[in-house]
């Protein structure tokens, strides 16, 4: 008895000391926890500087400035947090929208500020959300391949919780332990849960939708320190099966055999070593957010992932990238499924630039681009930025003209982009560009001074308008917009390339022949395409030349067709203005005729036709009060189309915009030969046309076989040029001959621009 009375004491004492011991352990556990934020897209450091040198840079101080006053006026209207019924544009979908982004910011402002009024109004409405989200049901609309529950896609559910992840973070410590267990266990694991394990078919792929998801899985593990989280991020929901030959609701496969899933296989499969995302700028610009947001959060928190290096730092490229796919005032090219007037003032760029500054070497080049958007993120990224314009470091970012390979590798083909003075032109022979991909290889667009001259039509879909189709994607995005005959490339047979069939199409991609920039008055562009059309090929050379005769630098366009059988070829020129003159006869119908049943075809009236004899035509045409001349060289009963879009649109989704069209009937092998040249202006002031017609006499092709295609172009001043290009042989090194008229030509390299004064 003695004995166990004594023992008491020691007990109570090795309780007393494993007690503390235990407590000790969770205190530090704890502490080292809270410790670490916030650590996604702020650092304590980050924080301490911001904080340090407010009032001094002007950039920061008035995005800070703004986001205060919004965030302030909104935390006096307070907050819904509405069950979600509508599709994009609707009530349910922009307040859900608007919460993520509110919270996000008032995170920011809380830790930059350090007023808890920001901290309240980003816990409150977590907590509405946390008490809400286990009651609500996968979301009522039924369009996607994958449902969400706040939104009507799990798409739109990752835009929520990559933002979110950010404001946890920034209100981490301003919670209590019990709180923080309240908002993991209710709302953001169930969150992750649903959007990965519950949606495979949406997470395991290598598309835009599933680096949102990949990110906000991403994200939100980093913030409640979950590695399991982490990991199933970075390498995908593993041991699941799929269907493969299931697709999404763009008819893109979700995922091929033996493809790897998660982000690293996001970042690897689609950006080629150049950078380029094979979607296309449009849908770069926005997946950039998720890539790069993603990343600079695993860079402060992991950097042993050391995720900017992977793939050679190809995320910091793809920034250099996707500047470059604008035209001068910033606005992205529309390359595949992409709506006009996106630009690089688009928030989502905002951080993209500021991250590539911050994280790539502080290139200067960016803090231009930095100050034209006229604001910077409210982190450590931005505050770099911010310092570096404030000591004045900042360089132009000069476009060049520049070619981006496309595929994993680099060898799916590319986009062609000659930048001449104010000209450029962008051409397009690339890898289909996954479910976002249209069918028009070999296609170009022509921008002069930011102007779209020669249009590429886009995307059939009125984002977030919610009266057009909920704001997602017409029909008319597949029977138009990504059909062959909406773009300026060859239709053959009244039919798509590839049969219009994904299938087809992501099989195959063009491929690069030519591209030479180095002579700033001449630069080529070449590519080929053998499989859009079985047992036909393709060739095409676009050319800018550059001379003192002309005002401003023009287009030589050549297009080689040879095939194993006749065809009807058409070639429609996608020209914006007002018609001011053709030079043949055509003879307007009475009432448009639909051109065609199937393939695009249906959507374009034929407004106006005309047969031509074998002479070159011209057509001229206003726009932006700049003159402008399309030449073609057209050989015996070669028809012209002037069409229109249109037809068979009875909700008018479709712009109605013109097209002039070159058709030739019954032809085996054809070649197209034009120019398109920018000169002149009016001014309505004091109503003068200047230099309103076209500097070209004449268009001639002098020579053309498998081996060599030669074009004269007679000026009216009297002298002219000879252009030569090598069909078959693209060696720099090469040494070539040709006798033409009895005279002969001698040369090295693929092509030669001779002038005859």
């Not at 993991?184 to 519950?198: G, H, N, Q, V, Y």
């Not at 911050?358 to 604001?375: D, T, Y």
């Not at 003209?401 to 962008?426: H, N, T, W």
């Amino acid at each position: 008895m003695k004995n166990i009375i004594k023992l008491i004491p020691l007990l109570v004492l090795v309780s007393f000391i494993s007690c503390k011991q235990t407590d000790s352990k969770t205190a530090e556990n704890l502490y080292s926890k809270e410790s670490s934020h916030p650590s996604l897209i702020l650092t304590k450091q980050g924080v301490k500087d911001i904080r340090a040198n407010l009032g001094s840079i002007p950039i920061f101080d008035k995005t800070l400035a703004i986001a205060q006053a919004e965030i302030d006026a909104e935390i006096v209207k307070g907050f819904d947090v509405p069950v979600p019924k509508d599709y994009s544009g609707g009530y349910t979908h922009e307040t859900h929208k608007k919460n993520y982004i509110l919270m996000q910011k008032a995170g920011v402002l809380y830790q930059i500020l350090n007023d808890e009024k920001y901290a309240k109004y980003v816990k409150d409405m977590l907590f509405e959300y946390a008490k809400q989200y286990p009651t609500w049901p996968v979301h009522p609309k039924p369009r996607s391949y994958a449902r969400g529950k706040l939104f009507w896609q799990c798409l739109n559910d990752s835009n929520w919780l990559v933002y979110t992840s950010q404001a946890y973070d920034c209100i981490y410590n301003y919670l209590t332990e019990e709180e923080r267990n309240v908002l993991e266990t209710d709302l953001f694991r169930p969150f992750a849960d649903f959007i990965s394990k519950e949606n495979p078919q949406f997470f395991n792929r290598v598309h835009n939708h599933a680096t949102w998801g990949n990110a906000a899985v991403g994200m939100i593990a980093l913030a409640m320190d979950d590695d399991e989280l982490l990991d199933r991020a970075l390498n995908g929901v593993k041991d699941v099966d799929f269907n493969p030959n299931e697709k999404d609701n763009d008819g893109g496969y979700i995922r091929k055999d033996g493809q790897k899933i998660g982000f690293f296989a996001n970042i690897n499969e689609p950006f080629s070593p150049d950078g380029y995302f094979t979607e296309g700028p449009y849908y770069q610009r926005y997946a950039s957010y998720p890539f790069l947001i993603f990343a600079q959060a695993l860079q402060n928190k992991k950097p042993a992932e050391k995720v900017f290096e992977y793939k050679d730092g190809v995320l910091l490229k793809s920034v250099m990238a996707l500047l470059n796919l604008s035209d001068v005032d910033g606005e992205f090219f529309l390359l595949n499924d992409a709506q006009k007037g996106m630009s690089y003032f688009n928030a989502s760029l905002i951080s993209t630039v500021d991250i590539g500054y911050h994280f790539g070497g502080n290139n200067p080049e960016l803090l231009s681009i930095a100050k034209m958007q006229g604001e910077v993120t409210l982190d450590d990224a931005g505050l770099a930025v911010a310092l570096g314009i404030k000591e004045g470091k900042e360089k132009p970012f000069v476009k060049k003209s520049i070619q981006l390979s496309d595929g994993p590798d680099g060898d799916q083909g590319a986009v062609g982009i000659l930048r001449s003075d104010d000209l450029e032109v962008v051409f397009k022979y690339t890898a289909h560009g996954l479910s976002h991909g249209h069918y028009d290889k070999l296609s170009f667009a022509l921008f002069e001074d930011g102007v779209e001259v020669v249009q590429d039509y886009g995307m059939s879909r009125f984002v977030n308008i919610e009266q057009k189709g909920g704001g997602n994607y017409l029909k008319e995005n597949t029977t138009w917009a990504k059909q062959t005959i909406a773009h300026n490339t060859i239709t053959q047979n009244e039919k798509s390339q590839f049969k219009g069939n994904y299938d087809i199409g992501s099989k195959y991609h063009s491929n690069k022949y030519i591209f030479s920039v180095e002579d700033k008055n001449i630069q080529v562009a070449s590519a080929k395409e053998e499989n859009a059309y079985p047992g036909t090929k393709l060739h095409r050379t676009m050319v800018t030349i550059k001379d003192e005769v002309y005002e401003n630098p023009y287009v030589l366009d050549i297009l080689r067709v040879t095939s194993e059988n006749n065809n009807q070829y058409d070639l429609p020129f996608y020209f914006l203005g007002q018609i001011m003159q053709a030079d043949f006869e055509y003879s307007k119908l009475p009432t448009p005729e639909v051109l065609g049943n199937s393939d695009g075809y249906q959507h374009l009236y034929k407004e106006a036709e005309a047969n031509v004899m074998g002479e070159n035509i011209k057509l001229n045409w206003l726009l932006n009060n700049k003159f402008y001349t399309y030449s073609a060289v057209t050989t015996n009963n070669d028809e012209v189309i002037f069409g229109r879009i249109g037809a068979n649109d009875p909700e008018y989704n479709l712009r109605n915009e013109q097209t002039l069209i070159l058709r030739k009937k019954k032809a085996k092998n054809a070649l197209y030969v034009s120019t398109i040249e920018s000169h002149g202006t009016y001014d309505p002031v004091s109503e003068l046309a200047i230099n309103a017609y076209s500097n070209i006499e004449q268009l001639t092709v002098v020579h053309n076989s498998k081996e060599y295609t030669a074009v004269l172009i007679e000026e009216k001043n009297g002298t002219s040029k000879l252009f030569i290009i090598s069909n078959e042989n693209n060696d720099n090194e090469a040494t070539h001959k040709l006798t033409i008229n009895n005279k002969d030509y001698t040369w090295k390299g693929s092509y030669i621009l001779i002038e005859n004064k």
